[in-house]
């Protein structure tokens, strides 16, 4: 293997979990249960390195169930003492060490909620429990939202924060939960509670939980947006801007114009685009391209400038991607000249095809050019 794709290989996120971690587990927990085989659990790490990096997580949580006692809350209770009360000279478990005993729980717990919740509640300090309070809201929904009102009101900050984002409709990597996703009230109950939370932690999982339910409802989100700016004290006007611009984020790339209305930002004719250009016609992957364009103002304004570009896709069709460029308040009369690098540097989120593609200019939701391009490899 090359030097550079061995050291890439070595650095993927996958291989936190790895063998040296679960020696740690294994030492942390045979610390307080003498009779924890640890020597056996540890040949477990045989099996990791052809995993990617969920499975390594659920793995390890196989291993939990095979080497604890059978007896849950026994099991659980361990896990516990392995978290917060780890073994002298050796380093302790946080964050993402602690990913197989969140899984544990909600593969295992879910019959045994008081003492699962009040676990969850522990470790979501050390490591989140954004995807193992999931299923305790899919199969004990009023029972989970009872729970998540009273800990909207923890004094910890993680726990606060669990609120919001274990409960969001569509959280990346996490289960979705269909309920919120047709029906998102009970959760906007949450947000309400947290909205004005003193920590950014907390409110930007408000605004992204917000952005999962304008996916679903446009309009609700718009209509909560709203009713959050409109009510705001003075003290918490500054928390909720910044809230309701990122959690309507989505439905201003894709020109909803009663998001773009309550933010500002209104196209009536305003805006002219003049002079775009790319600097090349062709561009390599890897390579940059530049472009350029001014826009005139025929009166005060505050407008939202974003790009497109339409990438080419392996089925020969467009599809477009927005990206942000800039927001600005224009006077009457004003030229505004921008200039842009989009990189076309190879990522793993994204696949380059060679062909054509293209590149518009959108201005408060409003698509005004566009010109094409090559992509070559």
Do not use: C
């Not at 790895?18 to 740690?24: G, I, S």
């Not at 801007?241 to 989505?250: D, K, M, Q, S, Y």
């Not at 209104?266 to 350029?292: C, P, T």
């Amino acid at each position: 293997m090359p030097q550079k794709q061995k050291q890439e290989s070595d650095s993927a996120f996958k291989n936190w979990i790895n063998a040296d971690l679960v020696k740690r587990i294994a030492a942390h927990i045979q610390n307080h249960w003498a009779d924890f085989d640890a020597k056996s659990f540890v040949k477990v790490s045989k099996d990791l390195a052809p995993l990617e990096l969920k499975p390594r997580v659920q793995l390890l949580r196989e291993a939990l169930k095979e080497h604890l006692p059978e007896d849950y809350p026994k099991a659980l209770a361990l896990l516990l003492k392995a978290a917060k009360k780890p073994k002298a000279n050796l380093s302790p478990l946080s964050g993402f060490d602690l990913w197989a005993f969140t899984e544990f729980i909600q593969k295992y717990g879910l019959e045994d909620f008081d003492k699962s919740l009040a676990a969850l509640h522990e470790l979501t300090q050390l490591f989140t429990a954004e995807f193992a309070i999931r299923p305790f809201l899919i199969h004990h929904e009023a029972k989970t939202l009872k729970v998540l009102h009273q800990w909207s009101q923890d004094k910890n900050v993680h726990v606060r924060r669990l609120v919001s984002e274990g409960s969001r409709p569509r959280l990346p990597w996490g289960e979705q939960l269909k309920s919120f996703i047709q029906d998102p009230t009970p959760t906007i109950a949450l947000l309400e509670k947290l909205k004005f939370d003193d920590e950014l932690y907390v409110r930007k999982s408000v605004a992204n939980h917000l952005n999962d339910i304008s996916k679903d409802h446009p309009q609700l989100a718009v209509q909560t947006a709203k009713k959050w700016l409109n009510g705001a004290p003075k003290a918490h006007e500054e928390k909720i801007n910044w809230i309701v611009r990122h959690a309507l984020r989505t439905l201003l790339k894709k020109g909803d114009r009663e998001a773009l209305k309550l933010l500002g930002y209104e196209n009536k004719g305003k805006i002219r685009l003049q002079d775009l250009k790319v600097s090349a016609k062709a561009v390599r992957v890897g390579d940059y391209l530049e472009f350029s364009f001014v826009l005139n103002s025929s009166s005060a304004t505050q407008i939202m400038v974003d790009y497109v570009i339409h990438h080419k896709k392996s089925n020969g069709k467009n599809a477009p991607k927005v990206f942000k460029l800039t927001t600005k308040k224009m006077k009457a009369k004003e030229t505004l000249e921008i200039k842009k690098k989009h990189s076309f540097k190879p990522i793993t989120t994204r696949v380059y095809y060679p062909g054509t593609h293209y590149l518009e200019i959108m201005v408060n939701g409003q698509l005004l050019e566009k010109i094409p391009f090559e992509l070559k490899k």
